[in-house]
């Protein structure tokens, strides 16, 4: 083992970035510590058919739910998405810019504020308001 991966193994919190076909051993090492780790993904990737396999075929809310997901999209076809995707899943039409992208993921777990399992718990009050509640706030975001 070395000095890295001796702290990957013992950090509570991880940032994996992949490209392309690459996020196939990143969900495999999410699924092995789900629960256990907050491991965020920044996905690049320019294929439409590889994304929407991955977002239709594999429950990324059950593995993700208190990491952040970025997925950034560089191909040139409108995606096909499913109707409801985890609110820690956000989509970008563009090139990442790492820098920024990472330092926004370390800063709000540093700070606390707007952590995914938060925005699970206020879709989650929403999902579960009167159906006239929802409509009231669905109006006023």
């Given at each position: 083992?070395?000095?890295?991966?001796?702290?990957?193994?013992t950090t509570?919190?991880?940032?994996?970035?992949?490209?392309g076909?690459?996020?196939?051993?990143?969900?495999?090492?999410?699924?092995n510590?789900?629960g256990?780790?907050?491991?965020?993904?920044?996905?690049?990737?320019r294929?439409p058919?590889l994304?929407?396999?991955?977002?239709?075929?594999?429950?990324?809310?059950?593995?993700?739910?208190n990491?952040y997901?970025?997925i950034?999209?560089?191909?040139?076809?409108?995606?096909?998405?499913?109707k409801?995707?985890?609110?820690?899943?956000?989509?970008f039409?563009s090139?990442?810019n790492?820098e920024?992208?990472?330092?926004?993921?370390?800063?709000?777990i540093?700070?606390?504020?707007?952590?995914?399992?938060?925005?699970?718990?206020k879709?989650?009050?929403?999902?579960?308001s009167?159906?006239?509640?929802?409509?009231?706030?669905?109006m006023?975001r």
């Amino acid at each position: 083992m070395t000095e890295f991966s001796d702290k990957a193994i013992t950090t509570s919190n991880a940032i994996a970035v992949a490209t392309g076909v690459g996020i196939t051993p990143t969900l495999s090492l999410m699924m092995n510590y789900a629960g256990r780790k907050r491991i965020n993904i920044i996905w690049v990737c320019r294929d439409p058919g590889l994304i929407e396999y991955i977002l239709h075929k594999v429950d990324i809310s059950a593995i993700t739910r208190n990491s952040y997901t970025f997925i950034f999209y560089t191909g040139q076809r409108e995606l096909s998405l499913p109707k409801h995707l985890p609110v820690n899943i956000f989509i970008f039409r563009s090139r990442p810019n790492l820098e920024n992208t990472i330092t926004g993921i370390v800063t709000a777990i540093h700070s606390g504020e707007g952590l995914p399992e938060e925005m699970y718990e206020k879709q989650e009050k929403i999902a579960n308001s009167p159906f006239r509640k929802r409509v009231m706030i669905a109006m006023y975001r």
